[in-house]
């Protein structure tokens, strides 16, 4: 894993050098500073716990890990018959039972003589250590030791939890999370082959292949034509490049995340003139045509957030207009303001990273360029709940976005009734 975060490390830095950009160069070896922050044991184990959460969520095989192959990217990085036997060891510690069987399993295929000693020693260990118990598992942080489907995770099936409905899922947060993993799993193989809706030309501000023209695609995701939808090679190449290049200096080190937990992504926000200078880059002005919005200033809209989520970062599901995971009063009246939401994706992913829609069922794969629109709320102003969404764990290099949060505050008389809807 550590070599894993190494690699990406220097795809990143070979990217950057490339550029010549070495303030950038610099915020990014501290934003993601391996060798620095993951030396000691502890961190080992983070890794190891979040190697083992990855392996469940994307069904990944320890015969591919060991060999580097992760999806379908060969990373060149193998691993040694000594670091097979450390993870199984790590997983029997962490009562992760099926991981460490799974792991067990091959180094045994493996059959280096002279370490057969220490594999029989770990068998011991994992069935001494394995009772009914060990149903006490942690997925997005949620105990799922109540849970009926908590048995061993190679034994459970996530395909089912895909048609969960809403009911369901609030009724039981456990259940929204397996609808959200379900689609994390899946979310690779969704990539493309929406309807298409409509086509707006956007003015480039580089002459490119259609001549000043560039052709943005709108796509309907779901069967709404007001619900969700894709607009494809939303924001041009440079736009992304700024993007990234004022985001990284001002982006706060994360800790790396510990067993099983949520990994946090790191984030800066930027005023529509900060995004602007030097460029013609104009986001919210932009939002505002494709919309019908307001959303330029910060009555309209909030800060334009530009999101980086390494080491396993992910966001768990969740309504932005309001939090699901709060009783209290205050904290789910946090966002109330949040009427609409464009999620522009700064890069492609290699893999998992999806945005989830576990209610409405629609997985999204990041592509560069792109970007997805909804609303909050129905026109009457309730939460529309089929947008409960999440970002999905990377196995697999980082995922870039930009989110510009749109305000009911500037947007009063912005959205119709619909007078044949009781919403
Ligand atoms: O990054 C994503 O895919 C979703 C992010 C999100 O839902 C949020 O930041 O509110
Ligand atoms: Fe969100």
Not at 40 to 65: R, S, T
Not at 231 to 238: C, S
Not at 277 to 304: C, F
Not at 377 to 390: E, I, P, Q, S, Y
Request: hydrophobic share 40%; aromatic share 10%; with cysteine.
């Amino acid at each position: 894993m550590i070599s894993r975060y190494v690699y990406l490390l220097d795809k990143l830095m070979g990217d950057i050098h490339q550029r010549g950009n070495y303030d950038e160069l610099e915020s990014l070896q501290r934003l993601l500073n391996v060798s620095a922050h993951w030396r000691d044991e502890h961190d080992m184990g983070a890794v190891l716990g979040n190697v083992f959460k990855l392996q469940y969520i994307f069904d990944l095989e320890p015969e591919d890990l060991a060999v580097g192959r992760i999806g379908k990217t060969e990373t060149g990085i193998s691993l040694p018959f000594e670091h097979i036997l450390e993870i199984a060891e790590a997983a029997i510690e962490f009562k992760e039972f099926t991981a460490s069987a799974a792991w067990l399993r091959l180094a045994k295929d493996k059959k280096i003589p002279g370490h057969e000693q220490v594999w029989a020693e770990l068998v011991r260990r994992h069935d001494e250590a394995f009772t009914d118990e060990s149903k006490n598992l942690h997925l997005f942080e949620h105990p799922l030791a109540t849970h009926p489907d908590a048995a061993p995770i190679k034994f459970r099936n996530l395909e089912k939890w895909k048609d969960a409905t809403l009911a369901e899922m609030e009724a039981d947060l456990t259940a929204s999370h397996y609808a959200t993993l379900a689609l994390c799993r899946a979310g690779d193989t969704l990539r493309g082959g929406w309807k298409l809706r409509g086509c707006w030309y956007d003015y480039q501000y580089i002459k490119g292949p259609h001549g000043p023209l560039l052709p943005v695609r709108v796509e309907q995701l779901t069967d709404d034509p007001d619900g969700l939808v894709m607009f494809r090679d939303y924001i041009p190449t440079q736009w992304v490049k700024k993007l990234k290049e004022i985001s990284l200096p001002e982006m706060p080190f994360q800790e790396p995340p510990s067993h099983w937990q949520q990994g946090e992504p790191s984030v800066a926000g930027f005023e529509d003139v900060d995004v602007a200078r030097d460029q013609n880059v104009w986001i919210a002005r932009k939002l505002e045509l494709t919309t019908g919005l307001s959303v330029v200033g910060n009555i309209a809209s909030e800060k334009l957030r530009v999101t980086l989520y390494s080491l396993v970062g992910q966001i768990s599901p969740h309504h932005d207009a309001y939090s699901i995971f709060s009783n209290s009063a205050e904290d789910s009246s946090l966002y109330l303001d949040r009427i609409s939401t464009m999620l522009i994706y700064l890069n492609t992913v290699e893999l998992g990273g999806s945005t989830v829609f576990p209610v409405a069922g629609v997985a999204v794969a990041p592509r560069e360029g792109d970007a997805i629109f909804w609303h909050s709320r129905w026109r009457n102003g309730t939460v529309d709940k089929r947008w409960l969404h999440a970002a999905c764990p990377i196995p697999l290099g980082v995922k870039w976005t930009a989110s510009k949060w749109v305000k009911n505050d500037g947007n009063a008389f912005s959205r119709k009734c619909d007078i044949n809807s009781q919403l």
